[in-house]
Every structure is written in C-alpha cells, then in structure tokens.
C-alpha cells in the first residue's frame, strides 16, 4: 500500500526561493508542494483554506508594508489550522530567533545555507510530531543551556532602556555621558551576550528575559 505524499505549502517572499524550494521538495517522492504564499497572511489563509500537513516557513518576510513576520504567522497558524506543523526556513541562526519560533509553536527551524539533507530531515521530523532542528541550530541551544549567557552590566541594561525608547547612539552617548565609540562598544557586547543581530532583537531578547520593562 503507498502512502500519500507530505502536502507541503512553502511561504517566503521572494519567488526564486519558492521555485528553488519546490523544484527541491517535489524531488522527493514522499513530499508534494500543493501551494505557495508571498507573505505570512498568505500563509495562513491558504493553510486555513487546504489543511496542509507542514509549512516551511520565512522568518522575516521583507515587504514594509506592515504585514506579519513568520513568527506571528506561526501563531495565528496554531489557532486556525492546529493541524499544521511548520518549519520555520531562514537566514538567521541567532539563538533568540530559534527560540521566539518554537515558542511560538514552530517544530522545526533550518538554515537556507544549509544541505538539502538537512532540509528533508526537519521536515520529516516535524510532520511526524517531533522537533526537526538543523545541526548548527541544536549545537547553538545546547551550548546555551550548557553555558548560561552572561548577565549585562547595569551600564549596558541603561544602553538596552534607552534603545527601547528609541534613542540612536549619539543621543544615548548624551544621555550617559559618554562618547559614541563607547556606546557602539556597549552594543557589540550587548548584541553578543543577548544573542541578537540588530537594536530590535536586543529589546525584544531583553524584554523576553525580563531584563527590560516596557509600558
């Protein structure tokens, strides 16, 4: 008896990437790619509308138009179509980023850098209820709770208060008394210790640890 095939939807905005990725997955007999989606709202009415059995899903759609991120699409997807696992498909390996997607109900994350291979397996893994992490993406986590992140310093938890109110660095540096080469000195080390990329991922990460109040 033959098993159906995996009905797979890809969401990402740019259209090579949905083509590579289909020409990819149809390559695989137990895997068929039934829809595609340009943005995360996309994603999930057309996951509401065809009950897919997995989504690979962008991290970051790039359109300004206020639209949704992936990870707010995971969320909505858990309550519209709880039947629907997704992997969550991206360039970004940045353990903050890993862990706002599984919490937001994703089973999966893969790099785009990544072997095909690796891509295959998440999918599998994912579609059959566990979690399907790619090896730089585990070895990230485990080294996280093997290793605790540093705590930040008062001096950089000021630096995280006043680039959660929007402050750029020459402000912040007046505010503190301090040159802007120090305050880009405090945001390098803030970025790495909180494991995050850009001035709103370091408010986020800090807000989710409990390190920052907002409101």
């Known amino acids: 008896m033959t098993t159906a095939p995996l009905r797979l939807l890809i969401a990402d905005d740019h259209a090579v990437v949905r083509a590579g990725l289909r020409a990819l997955l149809d390559g695989e007999p137990d895997l068929e790619v039934v829809a595609e989606a340009g943005s995360g709202e996309e994603a999930v009415r057309l996951a509401a509308e065809l009950a897919p059995g997995l989504v690979l899903m962008d991290l970051r759609f790039a359109g300004a138009d206020g639209g949704i991120d992936g990870v707010e699409a995971v969320r909505r997807l858990t309550a519209e179509a709880p039947g629907t696992a997704v992997v969550m498909l ?110 709103a991922a370091a408010v986020s990460e800090a807000v989710r640890r409990g390190l920052l109040e907002l409101g």
């Open 90 to 199: 991206t360039s970004y390996s940045g353990r903050a980023d890993v862990v706002r997607a599984l919490e937001a109900g994703a089973r999966g994350y893969v790099l785009k850098a990544g072997p095909p291979e690796e891509l295959f397996l998440a999918v599998r893994e994912a579609a059959a209820g566990r979690i399907g992490l790619a090896s730089e993406v585990v070895g990230g986590l485990v080294g996280h709770v093997v290793s605790p992140p540093p705590e930040l310093s008062e001096r950089e938890r000021e630096v995280v208060r006043l680039l959660a109110d929007g402050h750029r660095n020459r402000a912040i540096a007046e505010a503190l008394y301090l040159s802007e080469a120090t305050v880009k000195t405090h945001l390098v080390r803030i970025y790495r210790k909180l494991g995050a990329e850009n001035r």
